[in-house]
């Protein structure tokens, strides 16, 4: 390439960098526009080494990758690499490189055309562009963005986290009204959080029912990362994320997994009792009809005999128990209906009120709600088997005193039935107290089966029951009806 | 050696009368105590624990009994087993055929053997006569 020629390729390339260099790199040909960019003369440029002038960590990847290309005859654009300007600095430049080769087809100068790519322009261009695609992406994901300016207070909202609030983007949240867009059980929990990132430097991470502008209720995970610098939160940022679907989900699975869990144990307890119980008459049986083949007066017959009818019979008993707690444990024949508790309590009174006269026992109501959506026959249970024990295991010392108390915790009906009773050992029994044919005072017999089949009645039904006890103080039963609803419930 | 005093630890009724039968009509032992659960035994054994003359030989114990059940009992009596006068033998009676009571039953070390319900002619003899 002449003189001429190159000036010509030049003339409309007044912005760009236009280098004619051999194929070693050293410069023949420089352009005008070196001086803006670069700051050297061209006559300064010419004869030095064009490879001399890069960045040290971009000079191994234009000589390995860029010029090697080039040799081999490839025309190449190269993202933008720092020149060494005249000044010491340097300036970001995107480089197209074209091979000229000699009538051999050998490769022997190259012609380089470069441009400042920093130009604000350009860079505005860029964010923009970066900023759309970040909340594109930000939005397919579920993603937002939050950022906190930490002298106004006021929050800066990506597109994601407008999305996420449902709002339009014309909306201006402040630092109270972004907060009060939480549930009002999560407002001081991300108030603490932020506190916490903004005077201590705490980066937080959770997630918290969100309502929506809308005024849907969603899960959202908010994370908030401070920038500490000399031990001073200089900037507060973080994401939003919908987490919405698998927190619902796995709230559900955890759901299932105690429901089932539960009914596994029950169903370990029951194989346990059949073990137990079922074998232990049957094998009386067997016992007894080899000693009465044995036997060999008449009167040693007649007393076995007397004890094989003992055993049947208690064999009876026995099979229909078991069908009392088969039921208890299976919820399917039940179906729930409308029940007025107090209702309820009146029939176990009824029931019971021939003990409930003899002992003196009185029964005191507290009831926050009435009314209650359940299986009529699991209520009556509950409440009869309750209302027993708490005369059966009456204090000797004092008048029975029976308190019934309904509210409504976190959304859930719950019912607390407390006595001023004997009290059951918790230490020893604690684990065992609803285990089947359990009983734990010797002066009072029970049989063990009342509060297994509570349990199992309230767990088939979602539900929970939590027994506390201190001997000779009373005995107190606080049961959760629908704790299934507490987890991803609408609030 | 031949045992002089069993003691039977069941909470059913029948099973006091059929094992007491049972080993009657199989050897001779002097005296055939019976108990309705863990509680009942333990108390028995703690307050005789110095007399060789009233402590058991051997102890046949049920596992599901209301009040303290078998294996209660057996927590408590590894901490009895040192001051007791005498050596005692134990063999869980259950009728329990769950590997977890078997299993945990073997693994107890003051447990000698579990037996199956029902007990039989032969196991009294095989247990009792060697």
Same mark, same amino acid.
């Given at each position: 390439?002449?003189?001429?020629?190159?000036?010509?390729?030049?003339?409309?390339? $007044?912005?760009?960098?236009?280098?004619?260099?051999?194929?070693?790199?050293?410069?023949?040909?420089?352009? !005008?526009?070196?001086?803006?960019?670069?700051?050297?003369?061209?006559?300064?440029?010419?004869?030095?080494?064009?490879?001399?002038?890069?960045?040290?960590?971009?000079?191994?990847?234009?000589? =390995?990758?860029?010029?090697?290309?080039?040799?081999?005859?490839?025309?190449?654009?190269?993202?933008?690499?720092?020149?060494?300007?005249?000044?010491?600095?340097?300036?970001?430049?995107?480089?197209?490189?074209?091979?000229?080769?000699?009538?051999?087809?050998?490769?022997?100068?190259?012609?380089?055309?470069?441009? =400042? /790519?920093?130009?604000?322009?350009?860079?505005?261009?860029?964010?923009?562009?970066?900023?759309?695609?970040?909340?594109?992406?930000?939005?397919?994901?579920?993603?937002?963005?939050?950022?906190?300016?930490?002298?106004?207070?006021?929050?800066?909202?990506?597109?994601?986290?407008?999305?996420?609030?449902?709002?339009?983007?014309?909306?201006?949240?402040?630092?109270?009204?972004?907060?009060?867009?939480?549930?009002?059980?999560?407002?001081?929990? /991300?108030?603490?959080?932020?506190?916490?990132?903004?005077?201590?430097?705490?980066?937080?991470?959770?997630?918290?029912?969100?309502?929506?502008?809308?005024?849907?209720?969603?899960?959202?995970?908010?994370?908030?990362?401070?920038?500490?610098?000399?031990?001073?939160?200089?900037?507060?940022?973080?994401?939003?994320?919908?987490?919405?679907?698998?927190? $619902?989900?796995?709230?559900?699975?955890?759901?299932?997994?105690?429901?089932?869990?539960?009914?596994?144990?029950?169903?370990?307890?029951?194989?346990?009792?059949?073990?137990?119980?079922?074998?232990?008459?049957?094998?009386?049986?067997?016992?007894?009809?080899?000693?009465?083949?044995?036997?060999?007066?008449?009167?040693?017959?007649?007393?076995?005999?007397?004890?094989?009818?003992?055993?049947?019979?208690?064999? =009876?008993?026995?099979?229909?128990?078991?069908?009392?707690?088969?039921?208890?444990?299976? =919820?399917?024949?039940?179906?729930?209906?409308?029940?007025?508790?107090?209702?309820?309590?009146?029939?176990?009174?009824?029931?019971?009120?021939?003990?409930?006269?003899?002992?003196?026992? /009185?029964?005191?109501?507290?009831?926050?709600?009435?009314?209650?959506?359940?299986?009529?026959?699991?209520?009556?249970?509950?409440?009869? !088997?309750?209302?027993? !024990?708490?005369?059966?295991?009456?204090?000797?010392?004092?008048?029975?005193?029976?308190?019934?108390?309904?509210?409504?915790?976190?959304?859930?009906?719950?019912?607390?039935?407390?006595?001023?009773?004997?009290?059951?050992?918790?230490?020893?029994?604690?684990?065992?107290?609803?285990?089947?044919?359990?009983?734990?005072?010797?002066?009072?017999?029970?049989?063990?089966?009342?509060?297994?089949?509570?349990?199992?009645?309230?767990?088939?039904?979602?539900?929970?029951?939590?027994?506390?006890?201190?001997?000779?103080?009373?005995?107190?039963?606080?049961?959760?009806?629908?704790?299934?609803?507490?987890?991803?419930?609408?609030? | 050696?031949? %045992?002089?005093?069993?003691?039977?630890?069941?909470?059913?009724?029948?099973?006091?009368?059929?094992?007491?039968?049972?080993?009657?009509?199989?050897?001779?032992?002097?005296?055939?105590?019976?108990?309705?659960?863990?509680?009942?035994?333990?108390?028995?054994?703690?307050?005789? +624990?110095?007399?060789?003359?009233?402590?058991?030989?051997?102890?046949?114990?049920?596992?599901?009994? %209301?009040?303290?059940?078998?294996?209660?009992?057996?927590?408590?009596? +590894?901490?009895?087993?040192?001051?007791? +006068?005498?050596?005692?033998?134990?063999?869980?009676?259950?009728?329990?055929?769950?590997?977890?009571?078997?299993?945990?039953?073997? +693994?107890?070390?003051?447990?000698?053997?579990?037996?199956?319900?029902?007990?039989?002619?032969?196991?009294?003899?095989?247990?009792?006569?060697?």
């Amino acid at each position: 390439m002449t003189r001429k020629e190159f000036d010509l390729f030049c003339k409309d390339a $007044e912005k760009d960098l236009i280098c004619y260099y051999e194929a070693s790199g050293d410069y023949v040909l420089v352009n !005008n526009a070196s001086l803006s960019i670069t700051g050297y003369e061209p006559a300064e440029l010419i004869g030095k080494n064009h490879y001399d002038f890069f960045h040290p960590e971009d000079r191994k990847y234009i000589q =390995n990758a860029a010029r090697y290309l080039s040799l081999q005859g490839k025309t190449n654009n190269l993202k933008p690499l720092r020149y060494r300007k005249k000044d010491g600095t340097y300036v970001w430049l995107s480089w197209d490189t074209i091979p000229v080769k000699d009538e051999n087809e050998t490769v022997t100068n190259l012609l380089s055309i470069s441009r =400042n /790519v920093v130009s604000k322009t350009e860079i505005w261009d860029e964010k923009l562009r970066k900023e759309t695609v970040y909340d594109e992406v930000g939005r397919m994901a579920g993603i937002g963005y939050w950022e906190l300016d930490l002298k106004t207070m006021a929050p800066t909202w990506s597109k994601g986290t407008y999305d996420l609030h449902e709002l339009d983007y014309i909306y201006r949240p402040d630092l109270t009204t972004a907060i009060n867009f939480f549930a009002k059980d999560a407002r001081i929990t /991300v108030l603490k959080a932020i506190n916490e990132a903004i005077y201590e430097g705490v980066p937080f991470d959770m997630t918290q029912p969100l309502i929506t502008a809308k005024g849907r209720k969603k899960w959202v995970r908010i994370i908030g990362k401070p920038v500490v610098e000399n031990g001073k939160t200089v900037q507060l940022f973080g994401l939003f994320q919908d987490v919405n679907k698998s927190t $619902e989900e796995l709230n559900e699975l955890k759901g299932t997994v105690k429901l089932l869990s539960s009914q596994n144990n029950q169903l370990e307890e029951f194989n346990n009792m059949l073990s137990h119980n079922v074998r232990s008459p049957i094998a009386s049986l067997s016992m007894l009809l080899s000693l009465y083949e044995v036997a060999e007066t008449e009167e040693e017959k007649q007393e076995l005999f007397e004890a094989l009818k003992m055993a049947s019979q208690s064999m =009876n008993e026995l099979l229909d128990e078991l069908m009392d707690s088969v039921k208890a444990v299976s =919820n399917r024949e039940v179906e729930s209906e409308n029940n007025d508790l107090v209702t309820i309590i009146n029939q176990a009174t009824e029931l019971l009120k021939g003990e409930i006269i003899q002992s003196r026992a /009185v029964i005191n109501l507290e009831l926050g709600w009435e009314k209650i959506y359940y299986p009529k026959m699991y209520l009556e249970s509950i409440m009869l !088997n309750l209302m027993s !024990n708490a005369l059966k295991y009456r204090s000797d010392e004092r008048d029975p005193v029976i308190t019934i108390t309904t509210k409504i915790e976190d959304g859930c009906k719950v019912m607390v039935f407390s006595d001023n009773g004997s009290g059951i050992d918790m230490e020893r029994y604690g684990d065992k107290v609803f285990k089947l044919y359990r009983v734990f005072h010797r002066s009072k017999p029970g049989k063990g089966l009342g509060l297994f089949m509570i349990k199992g009645h309230i767990e088939s039904m979602g539900g929970e029951i939590v027994i506390n006890s201190e001997l000779d103080k009373g005995t107190m039963f606080d049961i959760v009806f629908d704790k299934h609803k507490k987890m991803g419930a609408p609030l | 050696m031949k %045992p002089e005093i069993i003691c039977i630890v069941d909470d059913d009724p029948i099973v006091h009368f059929t094992v007491t039968k049972m080993i009657e009509s199989t050897l001779s032992v002097k005296k055939i105590l019976v108990f309705d659960d863990g509680e009942q035994i333990f108390d028995y054994l703690y307050k005789n +624990a110095a007399n060789k003359d009233l402590l058991p030989d051997i102890i046949l114990l049920d596992l599901n009994m %209301p009040y303290m059940d078998g294996w209660e009992f057996l927590e408590e009596y +590894a901490y009895l087993k040192p001051q007791l +006068a005498k050596k005692i033998t134990i063999y869980i009676l259950s009728s329990s055929v769950s590997d977890f009571d078997i299993m945990n039953a073997m +693994a107890n070390r003051d447990v000698t053997d579990y037996i199956p319900k029902p007990l039989t002619k032969q196991k009294v003899e095989e247990l009792f006569h060697n």
